[in-house]
C-alpha cells in the first residue's frame, strides 16, 4: 500500500493543542483528504505536500508526505522496461537538529497505480539538512503548516457554562494578542516558551469531559477532533496546559486560563 499517515487526536498533560477537524467517531480515522500544496518546481519534476499528512512524532519529530511528479517516467529499480511517473515519500523531520531521514517510500505509474512499496525508517540515518537544497525547502513547507504560523486572538468563550461570566481584566487585555506557534518557540501575548515539543496522541470526546468536565459540541467543535501536545522544555508557560481546537481553516479554540480564545490564522 502507498504510505498514509493517519490523522492525529492528542490529549496532553502538559500544554494541549488541538487541531484539525475530524467526522464523527469516538476518535478521528482516516477522514481528513489528501490536500496537495506545490512547493518546488524544477526543470525534471514538481514536488507537493500533502498538508493534509502533518503528523507529530516523541522526540521533536514531525512526518509529513510529499508527492513527487516526474517530467519524464522514471525506470522502476529492479526492472528493464516497468516505468513510474510518482513518487510518494513520507519524510521525518527532526525540528530540534534541522535533520531529516525518508521513512517510506511508493512509487507510481501515470494512472496512480503503486508499482512498489517500502519502508525505510529503520535503515536510514538521520542526515542534516543542506542549506540550500531542495529538501530544506520541503522542510520550510512542513514548517509553514497549522498550528504552525501567526494567530491572532478575537474572542474568548467559557468552558463551563455555570461559570462566572464576569469579564477578568487579564483575558480582556488578551483580545486582539497574538499567539505565534513555530517549531523552536511559542508565544501567547508576552509569554513564551523557548524550546515547545510538539507531539500526537489519541484520545476521545469522553476523554476529555472527563478531564475538563467540557463537552466539545458545548464550546462549538465536533464529536471528536485531533490535538496535538505541546510540552515546553525551556523556559515555562503558565498555564502550563493549554489546548487548541480547529473548527475550521484558518480557526482554532484555545483552552487558555480556563476559557477558550478564538484564534484566527493572520
Same mark, same amino acid.
Given at each position: &500500500?502507498?504510505?498514509?499517515?493517519? $490523522? !492525529?487526536?492528542?490529549?496532553?498533560?502538559?500544554?494541549?493543542?488541538? @487541531?484539525?477537524?475530524?467526522?464523527?467517531?469516538?476518535?478521528?480515522?482516516?477522514?481528513?483528504?489528501?490536500?496537495?500544496?506545490?512547493?518546488?518546481?524544477? *526543470?525534471?519534476?514538481? #514536488?507537493? #505536500?500533502?498538508?493534509?499528512?502533518?503528523? @507529530? +512524532?516523541? *522526540?521533536?519529530?514531525?512526518?509529513?508526505?510529499?508527492?513527487?511528479?516526474?517530467?519524464?517516467?522514471?525506470?522502476?529499480?529492479?526492472?528493464?522496461?516497468?516505468?513510474?511517473?510518482?513518487?510518494?515519500?513520507? #519524510?521525518?523531520?527532526? %525540528?530540534?537538529?534541522?535533520?531529516?531521514?525518508?521513512? =517510506?517510500?511508493? /512509487?507510481?505509474?501515470?494512472?496512480?497505480? +503503486?508499482?512498489?512499496?517500502?519502508?525505510?525508517?529503520?535503515? !536510514?540515518?538521520? !542526515?542534516?539538512?543542506?542549506?540550500?537544497?531542495?529538501?530544506?525547502?520541503?522542510?520550510?513547507?512542513?514548517?509553514?503548516? =497549522?498550528?504552525?504560523? %501567526?494567530?491572532?486572538? @478575537?474572542?474568548?468563550?467559557?468552558? *463551563?457554562?455555570?461559570?462566572?461570566?464576569?469579564?477578568?481584566?487579564?483575558? =480582556?487585555? /488578551?483580545?486582539?494578542?497574538?499567539?505565534? %506557534?513555530?517549531?523552536?518557540?511559542?508565544?501567547?501575548?508576552?509569554?513564551?516558551?523557548?524550546? $515547545?515539543?510538539?507531539?500526537?496522541?489519541?484520545?476521545?470526546?469522553?476523554? %476529555?469531559?472527563?478531564?475538563?468536565?467540557?463537552?466539545?459540541?458545548?464550546?462549538?467543535? $465536533?464529536?471528536?477532533?485531533? &490535538?496535538?501536545?505541546?510540552?515546553?522544555?525551556?523556559?515555562?508557560?503558565?498555564?502550563?496546559?493549554?489546548?487548541?481546537?480547529?473548527?475550521?481553516?484558518?480557526?482554532?479554540? &484555545?483552552?487558555?486560563?480556563?476559557?477558550?480564545?478564538?484564534?484566527?490564522?493572520?
Amino acid at each position: &500500500m502507498a504510505s498514509s499517515i493517519k $490523522p !492525529r487526536f492528542i490529549f496532553c498533560r502538559t500544554t494541549l493543542l488541538v @487541531f484539525l477537524l475530524c467526522g464523527p467517531g469516538l476518535v478521528c480515522a482516516q477522514q481528513t483528504k489528501d490536500k496537495w500544496q506545490r512547493v518546488y518546481t524544477g *526543470d525534471e519534476s514538481i #514536488i507537493e #505536500i500533502n498538508t493534509a499528512s502533518l503528523k @507529530f +512524532e516523541p *522526540d521533536y519529530v514531525v512526518r509529513v508526505q510529499f508527492r513527487t511528479t516526474y517530467t519524464h517516467a522514471e525506470t522502476l529499480p529492479g526492472t528493464s522496461a516497468t516505468k513510474y511517473k510518482m513518487r510518494l515519500e513520507t #519524510i521525518d523531520f527532526k %525540528l530540534n537538529e534541522a535533520r531529516y531521514r525518508i521513512s =517510506e517510500t511508493s /512509487l507510481l505509474d501515470s494512472n496512480g497505480k +503503486e508499482l512498489q512499496w517500502y519502508s525505510t525508517s529503520q535503515m !536510514r540515518e538521520w !542526515r542534516v539538512l543542506k542549506q540550500g537544497g531542495v529538501t530544506e525547502r520541503l522542510y520550510a513547507a512542513a514548517r509553514a503548516q =497549522e498550528p504552525f504560523g %501567526l494567530w491572532k486572538v @478575537f474572542a474568548y468563550k467559557f468552558v *463551563d457554562a455555570s461559570s462566572d461570566k464576569t469579564k477578568p481584566e487579564e483575558l =480582556e487585555k /488578551l483580545i486582539g494578542a497574538r499567539v505565534n %506557534l513555530q517549531s523552536n518557540r511559542a508565544e501567547v501575548g508576552n509569554k513564551i516558551c523557548t524550546s $515547545p515539543v510538539f507531539e500526537d496522541m489519541r484520545s476521545s470526546n469522553e476523554d %476529555l469531559f472527563r478531564e475538563l468536565r467540557v463537552a466539545l459540541k458545548a464550546i462549538g467543535a $465536533p464529536d471528536s477532533a485531533e &490535538m496535538i501536545t505541546v510540552s515546553c522544555k525551556g523556559s515555562g508557560w503558565q498555564p502550563p496546559r493549554s489546548m487548541l481546537v480547529k473548527v475550521r481553516e484558518g480557526e482554532m479554540l &484555545m483552552l487558555w486560563e480556563g476559557v477558550f480564545l478564538v484564534l484566527k490564522s493572520e
